[in-house]
């Protein structure tokens, strides 16, 4: 509980500053521009950019959640949003070189290329089921 409640405090910096960068994000960029870029005009980009974008990306699931359903109320599509929530969760790219050092270069990027994989089939799969 100690270590945990340590790694929390020291955490506690970066949330609180990536929930700020939510906000201004959401403020300075405009609706239309989210929803051009996001958007149903090419729906294969966007996902893949999306898709990108959320495995460089790192931010916790419980501020992921939010910030994607601001999008997607803002017109951002279901399939580039799914693609950017799923390899957000699933793909670390950032956390590469860790996953590299303690479970060794050959699980790490097999784990990493499926879980991309992955989240694009579940991102085309939410597509196609709403």
């Not at 960068?21 to 300075?28: A, E, K, V, Y």
């Not at 799923?86 to 060794?104: A, D, R, S, Y």
């Amino acid at each position: 509980m100690k270590m945990a409640k340590g790694m929390m405090r020291n955490m506690l910096g970066q949330i609180v500053g990536i929930l700020f960068l939510i906000g201004l994000i959401l403020t300075f960029i405009p609706p239309d521009t989210i929803r051009s870029i996001l958007g149903n005009s090419n729906l294969a980009l966007s996902t893949m950019a999306s898709a990108l974008m959320g495995s460089i990306t790192l931010i916790p699931a419980f501020v992921a959640f939010p910030l994607v359903g601001s999008l997607i109320d803002v017109g951002a599509s279901i399939v580039p949003s799914v693609a950017f929530l799923t390899t957000l969760t699933m793909v670390g790219f950032v956390t590469f070189p860790l996953e590299k050092q303690e479970f060794g270069l050959k699980f790490a990027l097999a784990r990493n290329v499926l879980s991309f994989i992955f989240a694009i089939i579940i991102a085309l799969t939410m597509g196609v089921m709403i």
